[in-house]
Each structure stands twice: as structure tokens, then as C-alpha cells.
């Protein structure tokens, strides 16, 4: 164990909740309850806005792969502190392959992304065709986030249509993308729904997630509900 990852590991457990632990755990079934330290997300949050100015957080972001997942969790903060794109885009590559559960995936959002999505999108293309099912799940919420606005195409639901995963976090995430594509874009996409594009499983998910939604009214949910396989939840 190096110098910067005894002192990260000796802060983390500082600021360790048991309890916190044994409820977050249960959220994350893909993760050993063991390498979960108890860490509440402001907490961690904070010590990454003060350790990304040290001279350490450049060592800590070198060492790959990590033990805990506050460590991975630790990690993605301190990339969302670059402001350099083609240096985030390089970190980004190297840890996205050793992202194992949604929450850590899930908390990676870099304000840069959103000034520079010419540059951005063909790192979400990228992504999104990984066999690393993590980084397709990012590929596609990275999709959502920034690319539903003026900046939309019908060719982005068109592809992620097109993934076809059996691991449960990418059609979560798929459905996720429906679902708020359907808020932003309803008519341009409600005929992928129609046409019934994604897999059963994913296709009621996505009806569901929408259905759900404050932004869609309650007529346009009537005819959701009415395009929903009824052979599957």
C-alpha cells in the first residue's frame, strides 16, 4: 500500500457510519458488503473538493484498480474537478473499465462535458459500444444528460436502441434514457416505443419509468400504459 493510499483509506474510515453502511449496501447487490466503508455522500463529496488540491490526488488517481468502493467513489469526484476535457476524457478511460456497480457510475458528472459536446459525443459513441457494461451505462446517461435539448437527433435513441445487453444496469439505464427522452422529445420518440425498438423487459421498464414522470401528462401516459406488453412486469 503506498503513502497516498494509506492516507486516503485512514480519512475515509474516519469519516465511516456503520449504519449508513449496512443501508447503502443493500442498494448495491454487485458490490461485497466487506469493501464498503460507510461514507455519506456530502461527507465524501467534501473531502474530494479538499483532496483534489493536494499533490497527492494525482498519485491516488494513478493507482488502479482501488479496494473500497468509497475509494472508486473518491475517484470519480476527483475527475469531475478536471477541467482540462482531453485530460478528463484520458482519466475517464483508464478507471471506466474498473466501475462495478451503478452508484459509483452513476455519480460521474462533469460540468465541462456540457461546454464542449462536439467534442463529447464521440466518446459517448465510444462508450456505448464497450463490452464493459459500466461504461455503456455511462455512454448512455452521459447521452441523456446532455444531448436531449436543442442538441437532440433522432439518431441518438436510434442507437441506443441498438445495444443489446442482458446485464440488468444497461437496460435500467436504456429504460432510464426512454423515459426521459419521452419528457424532452415525446413525439420524435414515442415511435420507438410504438414500434416496440427495445426487448420486452426494457421496453415495459421504460412505459413504467415514464408513466412516472411529472413532465408527461396523463393523456400521454393513457396511451403508454396501453402500448405495455402485458406478458411481462
Aim: aromatic share 14%.
Amino acid at each position: 500500500m503506498t503513502d497516498t493510499e494509506k492516507y486516503v483509506r485512514g480519512r475515509l474510515f474516519a469519516l465511516q457510519d456503520l449504519k449508513y453502511r449496512d443501508f447503502h449496501s443493500k442498494l448495491m447487490p454487485t458490490i461485497d458488503k466487506e469493501l464498503v466503508i460507510g461514507v455519506r455522500t456530502p461527507k465524501l463529496r467534501k473531502f474530494a473538493k479538499e483532496f483534489a488540491k493536494t499533490d497527492m490526488a494525482e498519485a491516488f488517481l494513478g493507482t488502479l484498480p482501488h479496494k473500497y468502493y468509497e475509494e472508486n467513489n473518491l475517484h470519480a469526484f476527483l475527475l469531475c474537478e478536471i477541467k482540462d476535457f482531453a485530460l478528463l476524457i484520458a482519466r475517464l478511460n483508464k478507471f471506466l473499465p474498473f466501475v462495478d456497480n451503478w452508484a459509483t457510475c452513476d455519480m460521474m458528472r462533469p460540468k465541462i462535458f456540457a461546454k464542449n459536446k462536439e467534442k463529447l459525443l464521440p466518446e459517448i459513441e465510444r462508450w456505448m459500444q464497450s463490452d464493459e457494461p459500466y461504461t455503456v451505462r455511462f455512454g448512455i446517461e452521459m447521452l441523456m444528460i446532455h444531448f436531449l435539448d436543442e442538441d437532440f437527433d433522432i439518431k441518438f435513441p436510434q442507437s441506443v436502441t441498438e445495444i443489446r445487453s442482458d446485464e440488468y444496469y444497461v437496460k435500467m439505464m436504456q429504460a432510464w434514457y426512454f423515459a426521459t427522452a419521452l419528457a424532452f422529445q415525446y413525439e420524435a420518440v414515442l415511435p420507438f416505443i410504438e414500434s416496440k425498438a427495445l426487448d420486452d423487459w426494457t421496453h415495459n421498464k421504460a412505459i413504467q419509468k415514464a408513466v412516472e414522470s411529472y413532465r408527461i401528462t396523463d393523456k400521454q401516459k393513457e396511451h403508454l400504459k396501453a402500448l405495455k406488453n402485458p406478458a411481462r412486469i
